[in-house]
């Protein structure tokens, strides 16, 4: 059988119908700018900055604003 027709047979069975490719994984330049956002996020919900001595999430907010402004990617 040729090898090309097979595929196509394969591919077209009623089975795969719904079937997606995988999401591709974001680029680092893709989580960069979702972390910007979710810092900015939470400056607007809380009024301010965070701070390191805050809960869990304040924390984890604080480092991710630390390491931008260390790279210079907040402005």
């Given at each position: 059988m040729d090898v090309?027709?097979?595929l196509l047979e394969l591919l077209n069975d009623p089975?795969?119908?719904?079937?997606?490719p995988f999401?591709?994984?974001?680029?680092?330049?893709d989580?960069?700018?979702?972390?910007?956002?979710e810092v900015k996020e939470w400056?607007?919900?809380n009024g301010?900055?965070?701070q390191k001595d805050g809960n869990l999430k304040e924390k984890l907010m604080y480092a991710s604003l630390t390491t931008l402004k260390e790279k210079g990617l907040w402005t």
């Open positions: 090309k027709k097979e089975l795969l119908e719904g079937a997606r999401a591709k994984a974001p680029t680092a330049d989580r960069i700018s979702q972390k910007i956002a400056i607007v919900r301010r900055e965070p």
